[in-house]
Nanobody, 114 residues
Framework: QVQLVESGGGLVQPGESLRLSCTVSGSIFSLTVMGWYRQAPGKQRELVAVIGSGGDIHYADFVKGRFTISRDNAKSTVYLQMNSLKREDTAVYFC????????WGQGTQVTVSS
């Protein structure tokens, strides 16, 4: 069974940074496509960034230049480094693993507020 555990969310002020982590078990992580999504209150879940098994990366336009997705296959972990956070980045952030199906983490709250 594929399981994902996220961590790293919290409350920060605008302009500050956070790093989210998502550790995966139960899959061949190096072959797994990993993505970060977010869902703000009253809005649909949206893609933030995705990194393929070969390291190819795609970002949503609203995070380009501010967020960086990376993966450490030895640790079965994907990261999302978020810099220059804005109030509109406030959301629950989810990681998703695609390996013989889609699997989601439980989500971690990111709140950007002064």
């Amino acid at each position: 069974q594929v399981q994902l555990v996220e961590s790293g969310g919290g409350l920060v002020q605008p302009g500050e940074s956070l790093r989210l982590s998502c550790t995966v078990s139960g899959s061949i992580f190096s072959l797994t496509v990993m993505g970060w999504y977010r869902q703000a209150p009253g809005k649909q879940r949206e893609l933030v960034a995705v990194i393929g098994s070969g390291g190819d990366i795609h970002y949503a336009d609203f995070v380009k230049g501010r967020f960086t997705i990376s993966r450490d296959n030895a640790k079965s972990t994907v990261y999302l480094q978020m810099n220059s956070l804005k109030r509109e980045d406030t959301a629950v952030y989810f990681c998703k693993a695609n390996w013989a199906g889609d699997y989601w983490g439980q989500g971690t709250q990111v709140t950007v507020s002064s």
